[in-house]
């Protein structure tokens, strides 16, 4: 069998969604974020909600995830896209919403936001990217940053005494009455990234029940920021970040 | 059943993060000496092991992959 | 013959809001404004109009959500009063840069920072000259009355979609609170989402497939392109001033001595201009009803037959400088004000007006 034997579009099995667009994203070589957008466009396209979704992206190296997904798209000043979903979802129920937002946004400047949201129970999706660190911005600490790590704020290493500790906002967040489900996934292998793409399905599906919100941390990686090759990053993720932020549900309602 | 598979990479948009080389069970993908427009030495397939599992292009950031399985007759 | 109700400013504004249309409400309550999601939630519009109401966090956070509400072509609006305003002025920045239309009610309170729960006009500088960072401007309107604080919601609205500009009402602790007579006007119904597609084609509606995705945003990191849109965005401002002035003149026909005061200075120094008159003083007043655009043509022509003119306002005189602006040096231009919610009364504005006057 050779090669154009098996080059045919009937034989076509993986391929760039239809809802990723043409642009060339702007991160980084091995960066998370263009892998997760990609799972985000595959749920919308296989759902069939691309006219009834609108996503809203942060401040962080996401604020253009709205050039890659061909959705209607708001962005939002700093930490408070959980505010814009709220109101673009009670104003229009009939809508997938979904915020897009890293771990500064989240968890460090947009915390009353996010818990406000998360306690009123707003029937939104949350999607958290968490590589512990201020990629944009140039690799600053993040609430999120473990002790110990390197960044050009803590160029000793995080210390508690002098920085405070890692904030796990997730487990944090699963307390609260009005969240549905709550996942911490990763997608750096193929079999994380397909369970991290179920739970994004399984977050859009439980946001038109109208029963809370729906919230899935991607434990990410941040090469540039961390000073390491893509595939040394995700090994040290492994290594690291997983310790402190396991992956798997956290909490589901419905079950 | 066995399955053969082939990799096309766009290789104008991969930015050679590896990733996808790491990921391929059957050591089916490297990265070409040669260099694309940006400077970036691209994935490309070697060998005829492909099983066309996907797994390149699901994780690959920039989703440059295309995936063809065929079965062996 | 419409209906008259007695309300404060403040409940005028909620059942203006409900009686308009508007389509969403999000607040944080602070004194001396809360009467108006008080009155909303005892309102129930959500049964009635389908009016989403909600109380947030934080004013932060309640500004953010009106941004999310207008991006979606809704009619959306929020309130506030000085430290909340503050709180709130980086969103007025990111909806003036995604040029999102919206109304935000400020009923000012004395400051700086806590301040008092009193009224005042010392936010001014801070709404009309912006409003948060960045080169832009709200559209600022003035009321002074109750039932200008309920023709004012409809009104603003109407700015605001026009220009896709945020637009300010610009109240205080008086207006709010004090109760008067407001006539209704019949009910407006909310827009359909026909409607909305046809008056915010930009909105983020849903993305069908015959039109491109719907970007709101205020980011570029491109210094031409960022240059380009503030000169659009100026080139709006522009226009908004040629079209937009508004204000009312009282006894100025054959006034010698020009008075100038917005919101409930105004009517005091209309007292005060009945007293002048009664002493055969020929005084006279104008009040900006919108203070961006300001009236600068009309002071100006008036400026031109004037002994003098005097500013007074419930701050230390941050209108006064417009006015002193406007005048071109064509007389004298006085300003007397009380601060930290103190209130003048005519008479004392009459004394002040004497003595900058220097008549016995």
């Known amino acids: 069998m050779n090669i154009e034997d098996i080059k045919k579009p009937e034989n076509i099995v993986y391929r760039k969604p239809a809802l990723l667009t043409d642009n060339i994203m702007h991160y980084c070589p091995g960066c998370s974020h263009g892998t997760v957008h990609k799972l985000i466009a595959e749920v919308i396209d296989e759902m069939g909600i691309q006219d009834k979704t609108i996503g809203i992206s942060p401040v962080g190296c996401s604020v253009f995830a709205y050039n890659y997904i061909d959705i209607d798209w708001q962005e939002a000043a700093h930490g408070r896209a959980p505010a814009l979903a709220t109101a673009t979802k009670r104003l229009c129920p009939d809508k997938y919403v979904f915020t897009y937002q890293g771990d500064g946004d989240l968890a460090s400047i947009g915390t009353a936001e996010i818990i406000h949201a998360c306690s009123r129970g707003e029937n939104i999706v949350v999607i958290f990217i968490n590589n512990g660190i201020y990629g944009m911005t140039g690799g600053q600490m993040a609430p999120t940053t473990l002790l110990g790590m390197k960044t050009s704020t803590t160029p000793y290493g995080r210390d508690a005494k002098l920085n405070g500790f890692p904030i796990k906002i997730t487990e944090m967040l699963a307390e609260l009455d009005g969240t549905a489900y709550i996942t911490r996934q990763s997608v750096h292998t193929a079999p994380a990234a397909r369970k991290a793409k179920n739970a994004i399905r399984k977050a859009f599906e439980y946001s038109s029940k109208g029963i809370g919100l729906s919230f899935v941390e991607i434990v990410a990686t941040c090469n540039s920021g961390w000073k390491l090759s893509p595939v040394e990053a995700n090994r040290w993720m492994e290594e690291h970040m997983f310790e402190k932020y396991p992956p798997g549900d956290i909490k589901d309602i419905l079950k | ?73 | 013959m419409a209906e008259k109700v007695l309300m404060k400013g403040n409940e005028a504004i909620a059942i203006s809001a409900i009686r308009n249309g508007v389509d969403g409400y999000f607040g944080y309550p602070i004194t001396p404004q809360s009467e108006v999601m008080e009155t909303l939630m005892k309102e129930k519009p959500w049964e009635t109009t389908g009016m989403v109401v909600l109380q947030a966090e934080s004013e932060v956070s309640s500004i953010n959500m009106v941004y999310g509400g207008a991006s979606c072509g809704k009619k959306v609006m929020t309130s506030s009063s000085s430290p909340g305003v503050s709180l709130m002025c980086e969103g007025i920045s990111y909806m003036a840069g995604a040029e999102l239309p919206c109304v935000i009610v400020d009923v000012m309170r004395g400051g700086p920072g806590l301040g008092t729960i009193q009224p005042s006009q010392g936010d001014y500088n801070q709404i009309v000259k912006g409003g948060g960072h960045g080169d832009d401007h709200n559209i600022v309107i003035a009321p002074a009355s109750a039932q200008d604080m309920y023709d004012f919601v409809d009104w603003g609205f109407e700015l605001a979609f026009k220009y896709r500009n945020p637009v300010v009402i610009l109240a205080d602790g008086v207006i709010g609170q004090m109760m008067e007579k407001v006539e209704m006007h019949p009910m407006k119904p909310r827009m359909t989402d026909e409607e909305i597609r046809e008056k915010a084609p930009w909105a983020t509606t849903g993305k069908p497939s015959w039109r491109n995705y719907n970007i709101i945003t205020s980011l570029s990191l491109d210094s031409d392109i960022q240059e380009e849109f503030n000169r659009k965005l100026h080139a709006k401002y522009a226009l908004i001033e040629e079209n937009e002035v508004k204000y009312s003149e009282y006894m100025t026909e054959d006034a010698e001595y020009l008075f100038t005061a917005f919101g409930c200075s105004s009517r005091i120094c209309e007292a005060a201009v009945d007293i002048l008159r009664s002493e055969g003083i020929r005084a006279g007043l104008l009040r900006p009803i919108t203070l961006f655009p300001f009236p600068h043509k009309e002071i100006k022509r008036l400026a031109a037959r004037m002994k003098s003119m005097m500013s007074i306002e419930l701050n230390f005189g941050q209108m006064a400088e417009d006015v002193r602006l406007a005048v071109e040096g064509q007389c004298p231009v006085g300003f007397y004000g009380r601060q930290g919610g103190n209130i003048f009364t005519p008479e004392e504005v009459v004394a002040e007006f004497k003595k900058f006057n220097n008549i016995q």
Do not use: H, W
């Open chain 2, 1 to 73: 059943m066995a399955f053969k598979g082939i990799i096309e990479v766009d290789t104008q948009r991969c930015k050679g993060c590896s990733v996808c080389v790491a990921n391929c069970p059957t050591g089916s993908i490297r990265l070409s000496s040669k260099v694309n427009g940006k400077g970036y030495n691209y994935a490309e397939m070697v060998g005829d092991g492909c099983i066309g599992c996907s797994n390149c292009a699901i994780v690959c950031p920039d989703s440059v992959i295309t995936v063809y399985r065929a079965k062996v007759q």
